[in-house]
């Protein structure tokens, strides 16, 4: 950026000495590059500060920086064969303003280069945010699924007691006793676990015991979620979902002599910061992609984690993931008080 704050001193040492060239250039020119220089670094310490560092942080890929600085360095050498060696030859024609214009349109160049990379920043955004919410919406039909299921066995077993009391009242045992028997023959093995008072995370996670029943991974899960919290049950639900899954997904790689395992704790201090951390055996392979964690499964970051790390950012918290050999941690804090939205309204 420095080499056209020179270019337009070259151009000013050209104004005021026309008959000169840029060997010889003035201290008057040299006195304008300074304070140009230092002007320009002022007035873009906040843009760069606010819109830079986003750059910054966003783009991740090593690849771009390595086209930027290949840019950069035409942009520099551009910059230097431009530097006029006679002073008179601006004068001809119209070389003067057309000098001035050609650097203006690089400094666009380089503006039209930023805004380029951060469309492809929020066009890249957007996709994830869309494979987010469709990961949600099949959470959402899973768990609309497992509750529509238990509403209607709870129905069914009000019909059951309704006929228990009929034959009761009606002195039948031995038809009593058949019915019991058919009955019990026909309850599902897992019960409803109480793990906390919150009944959309109970149902959660009473849905993700039978998956992890199935998949022969033991659990070690301790929850403490009041029945209300500042924290929307939709992003709850969907954190929690989302690192169980995970955790479930690095379950599968063991192998079945070893043991397959995924303990989770869930604590609210002070209602103020709620506390999630999550534990799970897994290979002990990862792929990471400047120092993101990638999807064993598809190719490109893991959607969730990008999705934990959304709410945590909602929330104005923090979410941590890492992994020491053959365990994988996730260690994730929200401050519910600072949430958006609230379970009760």
């Not at 026309?18 to 220089?37: D, I, N, R, Y």
């Not at 309704?162 to 093995?189: H, I, R, V, W």
């Not at 499964?297 to 918290?317: D, L, N, P, T």
Request: glycine share 6%.
């Amino acid at each position: 950026m420095s080499a056209f704050v020179s270019n337009f001193s070259y151009a000013y040492d050209a104004w005021l000495h026309p008959g000169s060239t840029s060997g010889q250039f003035s201290w008057q020119a040299a006195l304008f590059q300074f304070a140009a220089t230092g002007i320009a670094a002022v007035l873009l310490i906040f843009p760069l500060r606010k819109w830079g560092s986003i750059l910054i942080d966003r783009l991740l890929v090593s690849g771009a920086w390595g086209s930027m600085i290949a840019v950069s360095a035409a942009f520099l050498l551009l910059n230097l064969a431009i530097i006029p060696r006679h002073y008179a030859t601006l004068y001809v024609g119209r070389c003067f303003p057309i000098y001035i214009t050609l650097l203006l349109f690089l400094i666009a160049m380089y503006v039209s280069f930023y805004h380029t990379a951060m469309g492809i920043l929020r066009t890249a955004a957007i996709q994830e945010r869309i494979q987010f919410f469709e990961m949600a919406e099949n959470q959402y039909r899973m768990q609309k699924k497992y509750i529509e299921d238990t509403a209607k066995e709870r129905h069914d077993f009000k019909q059951s007691v309704f006929t228990l009391k009929q034959l009761a009242d009606a002195g039948n045992l031995t038809a009593l006793q058949q019915y019991l028997t058919k009955y019990a023959s026909t309850l599902p093995e897992t019960e409803i676990r109480q793990f906390c008072k919150n009944h959309a995370v109970n149902t959660l996670l009473n849905y993700y015991v039978q998956l992890a029943a199935s998949n022969g991974i033991q659990l070690d899960w301790h929850t403490d979620i009041p029945e209300w919290i500042h924290v929307a049950e939709p992003d709850l639900c969907s954190l929690l979902g989302n690192l169980i899954e995970n955790a479930f997904a690095g379950c599968s790689t063991v192998e079945d002599t070893a043991p397959r395992y995924h303990c989770l704790s869930v604590e609210l201090r002070n209602n103020v910061n709620l506390y999630i951390v999550s534990t799970n055996s897994f290979d002990g392979f990862v792929r990471l992609k400047d120092g993101q964690y990638e999807s064993t499964k598809r190719k490109g970051s893991g959607i969730g984690i990008h999705s934990v790390k959304m709410i945590a950012e909602k929330y104005r918290g923090t979410a941590r993931f890492h992994h020491m050999g053959t365990e994988f941690y996730a260690d994730v804090m929200l401050q519910v008080k600072s949430g958006t939205l609230d379970t009760q309204a």
